[in-house]
């Protein structure tokens, strides 16, 4: 069994920045990419950021230069953080952990339970 708990949304003003949490816990041996997505009202969700074992990222082009993924693999955990951020951004955000790797070397996707993140203009 694997948990994701996401922390760290909320409610800030434009320009303002926050930083997402998701840490994965249970029968992990390893983590092949971890990411965030989000899914605004009445929209498809779509990928924000993903970040492999190694370090390499992968940004959507509305966040480049404004959000930055990081994780720490001690840790099996995956942070966002979210800078200058505009009412567009609004949405809920999932964790993603993908080819979760368990102690049988079986793998599993997963997704964590979406935290909300409100941007006000």
């Known amino acids: 069994q694997v948990q994701l708990v996401e922390s760290g949304g909320g409610l800030v003003q434009a320009g303002g920045s926050l930083v997402l949490s998701c840490a994965a816990s249970?029968?992990?041996?390893?983590?092949?990419?971890m990411g965030w997505y989000r899914q605004a009202p009445g929209k498809q969700r779509e990928l924000v950021a993903v970040?492999?074992?190694?370090?390499?990222?992968k940004y959507a082009d509305s966040v480049k230069g404004r959000f930055t993924i990081s994780r720490d693999n001690a840790k099996n955990t995956v942070y966002l953080q979210m800078n200058s951020l505009k009412p567009e951004d609004t949405a809920v955000y999932y964790c993603n952990v993908d080819h979760l790797y368990h102690s049988d070397y079986s793998a599993s996707d997963y997704w964590g339970q979406g935290t909300q993140v409100t941007v006000s203009s």
């Open positions: 249970g029968d992990i041996l390893s983590i092949n990419a």
């Open positions: 970040i492999t074992h190694g370090g390499g990222t």
